[in-house]
């Protein structure tokens, strides 16, 4: 089978990462980051444009999940 022929698989959304940080969205791998401060940030991104969706950053090290949560409102 040539190179051409070879198609690589595209990555199952329910399969969490063996690195790095994933970023869950609604129970779905969205993206995996290096570090948990990146995935942190996007996650918050995310929960700013989109505070009904549930947001999880994933460490694949420690196997812990948790949970981006918008900063209470002060006043």
Do not use: C, H, W
């Not at 040539?2 to 698989?9: A, D, G, L, V």
């Not at 570090?35 to 090290?61: H, I, N, R, W, Y």
Request: glycine share 6%; proline share 8%.
């Amino acid at each position: 089978m040539s190179e051409r022929q070879q198609k690589i698989p595209p990555r199952r959304l329910d399969t969490l990462p063996t690195e790095g940080y994933g970023l869950q969205v609604d129970g779905k791998v969205k993206s995996q980051y290096d570090t948990s401060e990146a995935a942190l940030k996007a996650g918050l991104a995310l929960k700013q444009k989109f505070p009904m969706v549930q947001v999880v950053v994933f460490d694949a090290s420690n196997q812990t999940r948790t949970p981006v949560e918008l900063p209470a409102d002060e006043g």
